[in-house]
């Protein structure tokens, strides 16, 4: 079946460093990949996504590639502000009998500190 | 197009009573999807449509939760009767499938107190 797996939180850095937020994933198919953000009080945005192996997503500093031979969507960023401030959540959409449907993982709460 | 609208953004209600939260999706969009979220469980998927009907409806509780989508441009989820563990906050979220890749566009949620 369809499951993403994301790493456990909370996660604490200062400004300025470095980000990363590990996704796998399980399909069986061809998924469509995303990283959603939700700040407080929000509902979920979408943050970036890829469709296909090697692809790259990026948006507001943040990056992610679709490893199909890892079956991984890392979500990094090189500098963090206390903007991104938030929860994170990997998805994925399959292209089989559960097209429409979003699985995601638990969530990455990230705190960034002045 | 003003995004997924839900109603009511807050509902304070007293167990026993009757929720009614409603959704308006983006037009155009053919997949409806409820969801829950807490801070115990995460975010779970209740029940999603396709093109007004359920697809899905495995992830609701209990019979105490019912969801209708009478036409393209509008759902509710109905709790009866409401318990204090249904307390959450609740998210609608719409998606194109045209052209194959789901995304999705939340709604900005209804937070439900049951005391």
């Known amino acids: 079946g369809n499951s993403v797996t994301q790493m456990e939180g909370p996660v604490t850095l200062s400004e300025e460093a470095f980000l990363t937020i590990n996704c796998t994933y399980t399909a069986t198919g061809y998924p469509s990949l995303f990283w959603y953000v939700q700040y407080p009080g929000e509902g979920l945005q979408l943050l970036l996504k890829a469709t296909k192996a090697d692809d790259k997503g990026s948006n507001k500093g943040f990056e992610a590639t679709y490893r199909k031979e890892t079956t991984s969507f890392h979500l990094e960023k090189g500098s963090v502000q206390v903007s991104d401030s938030a929860v994170y959540f990997c998805?994925?959409?399959?292209?089989?009998?559960?097209?429409?449907?979003?699985?995601f993982g638990r969530g990455t709460q990230l705190t960034v500190w002045p | 197009d003003a995004g997924v609208i839900q109603s009511p953004r807050h509902e304070v209600t007293e167990m026993g009573q009757e929720v009614t939260l409603r959704c308006k999706p983006i037009?155009?969009?053919?997949?409806l999807f409820w969801y829950r979220q807490t801070m115990m469980r995460g975010l779970e998927l209740l029940i999603y449509f396709n093109n007004n009907v359920p697809i899905d409806d495995s992830g609701m509780p209990e019979d105490r939760f019912s969801a209708k989508m009478p036409n393209a441009s509008f759902s509710t989820l109905k709790i009866q009767p409401s318990e204090p563990r249904d307390s959450a906050v609740y998210f609608c979220?719409?998606?194109?499938?045209?052209?194959?890749?789901?995304?999705?566009?939340f709604g900005q949620g209804t937070r439900l107190t049951v005391v």
């Open positions: 979220a719409s998606s194109f499938t045209g052209q194959g890749v789901t995304e999705a566009f």
């Open positions: 037009s155009g969009h053919d997949y």
């Open positions: 998805a994925l959409a399959d292209r089989g009998s559960t097209l429409g449907r979003l699985y």
